[in-house]
């Protein structure tokens, strides 16, 4: 037996105050041998009090922990307090919500539920205080002999209208809604197999050609690189363009072989002066360059593509590269993705993925980072490896010009002119690759009210081509599975049944049964399902594990906006064409602040020499960028469903107290206290 050399051991006995005796042999495979003497005995006994001792430390740490936690908990409560105290009642720095959701019939629709629910708290608190409740979850009918006043009659008639009315159809609701849920849970479960699968094969795309096939020719290679137009559209991007531009100046291509078209579409004049200025600088560099602005700005980012399309010289480029304003690509993004064209006729698409600056700004970002990581990990990568076809992310892409011309180019019908270019490529029979390892960078929405109008506009523009494609998936020519998965799995599955459910199984029939307990949810459904699911989502960004709790009730927080955004663009709502430019701060810029620094110096030196032939009009602008820009006082939002649903889910859950039910009363907590953050912009960006 070999030795054993523990350390707490051999402490405990140097302790010992008792001789010992030590028998120590020669042969090495005999282990040494201790005999210890009687007094050991009440040594044990000794140690037995100082390991009580110990333990009493133990537990009084432990409590003194718990009591830390407490008075965080206490702590972050009584800040809350304080915040909706100077909101709601003071209205110091707050600013409503632009959109006027309160004139909204969703709006209309949750305050008075809300009102509903608090007449209905009431009669039920009085009608425990006067013992007309078993103590149990499910409520005594009261016979007509027990009827001993007003209030008392008004009771029963409410428990009977409730029990034979309002039960039976909101359960057959519940009862849907929870089928939908479970469906969309298997797809995501066969999605998150999929790409287990596709780790363990280590499946990812490979080119039929290798990158020598651009070389053929020795003695002018470059000769037989393909032309490629990079398109950068933007509107407003004062924080970006610099970036931007830059980026698209360092890629490694064949500067005969490429044009970068700067797409224009800013109201401000002194934003087009100073993306002028810049376009003119790396013109003098030798970087073949243009500036684009349209007249008449219809059409949204579609139209500014589509007008871009229509130039001359686009007939000599064979592929276009697209990046929104806020993107980096790395120098060989290029050559890493143009490479899958070569000997693949029927490619018409290769989609890189997107990796952020400030995934650890605030809260915020950190949420969004396990959504879009999931989306690209998972559901561009299983659908791109199995179906080759996916949704075009609207930049950090390359499109075959031939495909995006006979798909009938950039349509300005929807707000989702990606996914509408995507969809019709895929009907006239084109391929798809993603490819996970092609990274780009840029940035999340820090504060929520931006964040909020992307995915307004994410989710109502499907809603919209839905009904425009539709016809046009029936009558096309692909394969009976291939319209399934774009009818049932892409649209209907994913962008309609996806918001429906999470808004009107956790926001509204979960508080009805609350008040109606004759209709009722399993705890599998409120908590152990939904925490499943967060898992799966969470997968893809491990280190974002400590978030998942937050991540969970954010997601539910979020899906009145999805809804309402689903609702509008299904039924061609009034803000089902809103398009509003996603607020940027410029992060990107900051990733390498010795070359940022250096920029900055090289532009403050060579203003006067760079721009000796632009306007004098643009010199003014350059002039007034030396002096300080006034700082506007930001406010923050109040947002008015997101505050009416908090509160609904309050007054739901201390209606749960009297019907005891644990899981339910805790998740209806703090789901409203998540929507009360929310509703008082308390999430992101901290902009008073």
Known sequence: MPPNFDFGEWWLKETHRGASVVVKMENPNWSMLELQSPETDFQADKDRGKNAKQFTWVLLLKAHRAAGCVAWFAQGLWSLLAVVKRRLIFREGVAVSSDKPHKGKLFKFIRGFLVLAILMLLLEMVAHMKGWHFHSPHLRMPGSNDVHSILHATYLAWVYFRANYLAPPLQTLANTCILLFLIQSADRVTQCLGCVWIVLKKIKPVPKAAESAYLVDLEQPESNYPMVLVQI?????????????????????????????????????????????????????????????????????????????????????????????????????????????????????????WTFVNKDENLLTRLQYINLSYHFEVEQQVNGVFLNFFGFNGTAGVWRVKALEESGGWLERTTVEDMDIAVRAHLNGWKFIFLNDVQCLCELPECYEAYRKQQHRWHSGPMQLFRLCLPDIISSKISIWKKTNLIFLFFLLRKLILPFYSFTLFCIILPMTMFIPEAHLPAWVVCYVPALMSFLNILPAPKSFPFIVPYLLFENTMSVTKFNAMISGLFQLGSAYEWVVTKKVGRASETDLVA???????????????????????????????????????????????????FLLLTASARSLLSVQGVHFYFLLFQGISFLVVGLDLIGEQVS
């Open 596 to 646: 940022f620094a250096q920029k900055e110096a090289q532009a403050e030196q060579g203003i006067i020499l760079h721009h000796r032939g632009v306007s004098e009009s643009g010199l003014d602008v350059f002039s007034k960028l030396k002096e300080p820009m006034p700082v506007k006082k930001k406010q923050n939002r109040v947002y008015r469903k997101e505050l009416a649903l908090a």
């Open 233 to 353: 559209p933007m509107c407003n991007e004062r924080e970006v363009y610099q970036q931007s531009i830059a980026a698209m100046a360092q890629l490694d291509w064949p500067k005969d072989r490429m044009l970068v078209q700067i797409l224009d579409d800013s109201d401000d004049i002194e934003v087009q002066m100073l993306i002028k200025a810049d376009v003119q600088k790396w013109q003098q560099k030798g970087l073949k360059i243009v500036y684009r602005h349209r007249v008449v700005r219809t059409g949204y980012k579609a139209g500014n593509l589509k007008s871009a399309m229509c130039c001359d010289y686009v007939k000599d480029y064979e592929f276009v590269a697209i990046f929104d304003a806020d993107f980096q690509p790395k120098p060989d993004f290029l050559k890493r993705t143009i490479i899958h064209f070569k000997d693949n006729e029927d490619l018409g698409l290769v989609q890189a993925r």
